[in-house]
């Protein structure tokens, strides 16, 4: 049982939901990234999702594709992130999870992003563009050293696929809220609730929504629904302009809603 296991488990036994908020490696400088990721454990962060910045992302939205350029403008790559969750595992004890496209993979070498991000602490690998059909070429590296794959499904999804996708792992789904990319959205409507709750009833484990969620009442409503929410955007703009007040108000009121009733 690993990090992300071992956590859900905690979450379940204490009828408690997960926030797992996303933040851009290199965003504000590598050099910034071990402390920001001490922050979100500090304001209560289930786990951290750590995205690697690419220069031609399929699912980002325009906050987090800037946050990117960024992060490659000031010259963060694989290797360096990797440095630096090496460096976080000595103070953060919470999963992390890295966000990364198959190019940077390819390019950096199969096995050795394997080997490497296991040997730095990383317990989840989330890969958008890594079609089921296709995830033979890195998942059972991937499952040889206790790292997991974490699936995503949408709302356009067929049930019979979601319902094999999420047979697969020990990790969470990630259910996408919208039809489209990230980024803030000012609600949601009924039938992404009943997404959530039909993807709930087949998944075999935890069903986290993500994509637009910025709100505490987005998120204590799409928790009714699920095991709990990803915020990336806001998280994102929060760093970016330093409001780590409304950062910490967010996520305090989320543990603060979070039981399930």
Avoid at 102 to 118: D, H, R, T
Avoid at 238 to 259: A, I, Y
Wanted: include cysteine; charged fraction near 20%.
């Amino acid at each position: 049982m690993n990090r992300l296991q071992h956590t859900f488990s905690l979450l379940k036994r204490n009828n408690r939901k997960a926030f797992v908020p996303y933040i851009m490696a290199g965003d504000g400088g590598l050099d910034n990234l071990v402390n920001r990721m001490v922050v979100l454990e500090k304001f209560g962060a289930t786990a951290i999702e750590l995205g690697v910045p690419f220069s031609d992302p399929v699912a980002d939205g325009p906050t987090i594709q800037r946050a990117g350029i960024r992060a490659l403008e000031s010259g963060t790559s694989l290797k360096g992130i990797i440095s630096e969750v090496a460096k976080a595992r000595r103070v953060v004890s919470i999963p992390i999870i890295l966000m990364t496209y198959l190019n940077p993979i390819y390019s950096f070498g199969i096995e050795a992003f394997v080997k490497e991000i296991s040997d730095a602490g990383v317990d989840g690998c989330i890969i958008p563009d890594l079609p089921i059909e296709e995830e033979d070429i890195i998942a059972p590296n991937l499952e040889n050293v206790e790292v997991e794959l974490i699936r995503l499904v949408t709302p356009t999804t067929p049930m019979e696929r979601i319902k094999l996708i999420s047979s697969k792992g020990n990790g969470f789904l990630y259910a996408v809220t919208v039809k489209g990319i990230t980024g803030v959205r000012n609600e949601y409507d009924a039938e992404l609730y009943q997404f959530l709750k039909a993807v709930q009833e087949i998944s075999l484990i935890p069903v986290l929504a993500g994509f637009g969620i910025s709100s505490g009442e987005q998120i204590n409503e799409l928790t009714k629904h699920c095991d709990g929410v990803i915020v990336g955007s806001k998280i994102v703009d929060l760093f970016e302009t330093n409001n780590l007040n409304e950062m910490e108000g967010l996520m305090s009121s989320f543990k603060q809603e979070s039981k399930i009733i």
